[in-house]
């Protein structure tokens, strides 16, 4: 096992046959699978579900596949999985991700793990995923705002401008306008 990769002590909390189990099925190609991902994911595997479910997440990661990345996401919403999505898909789950959960460490690595230039779509869903929170809990916006000001396209500061008067929102669309006005001026 250890010649092939399967490292032989579990992580805290993890048992050994669980740990070696998903360590096998994590590196085995997922094209020895019968069956498409969604159909197994709706599947229940008596005494071993999570364990082989979250093997099949990390061997999505592993393996950048787009159909088991797509499934996988909607079982076990992790940033690493957009990665073997085109930047378009990537960004159309997370704005229904952040449509759908409340601000929290997860929404925050989610949108982390979205390629950059965020189109109007995920851009319109984070913006009022800052309002909202602004109202009833604006001491948690800043990591939420600084990514936003980092990943939205400049080219969408009006939009942010005229989204909300609230401080966090323009607050990007000052952000937005700055790299807006420096890509102007680096491409002259």
């Known amino acids: 096992m250890e010649r092939d990769g399967v490292r032989q002590k579990p992580p805290r909390g993890t048992g050994e046959r669980a740990w070696w189990l998903q360590q096998i099925i994590a590196r085995a190609p997922l094209c020895v699978w019968d069956h498409p991902p969604a159909r197994l994911l709706a599947m229940k595997i008596p005494d071993w579900d999570a364990e082989v479910k979250g093997a099949w997440v990390r061997a999505a990661v592993l393996q950048r596949d787009p159909e088991w990345a797509r499934a996988m996401f909607g079982w076990d919403p992790i940033a690493d999985l957009l990665v073997a999505l085109p930047p378009a898909e990537q960004q159309e789950l997370a704005a229904r991700f952040v449509a759908e959960h409340d601000l929290d ?6 949108l ?9 779509g995920l851009a319109t869903a984070v913006l009022r995923k800052i309002v909202k929170v602004n109202t009833t809990q604006p001491w948690n916006l800043a990591e939420l705002v600084k990514l936003a000001g980092e990943h939205i ?15 966090p929102v323009q607050k990007v669309a000052a952000l937005l306008r700055f790299r807006a006005d420096m890509y102007k001026e680096l491409h002259r």
Not at 105 to 110: A, D
């Open 153 to 167: 396209d400049p080219d969408l500061h009006e939009l942010a401008e005229d989204f909300s008067p609230a401080e």
């Open 105 to 110: 460490s997860q929404l925050i690595m989610v």
């Open 112 to 120: 982390g793990g979205v390629s950059s230039h965020w189109g109007e």
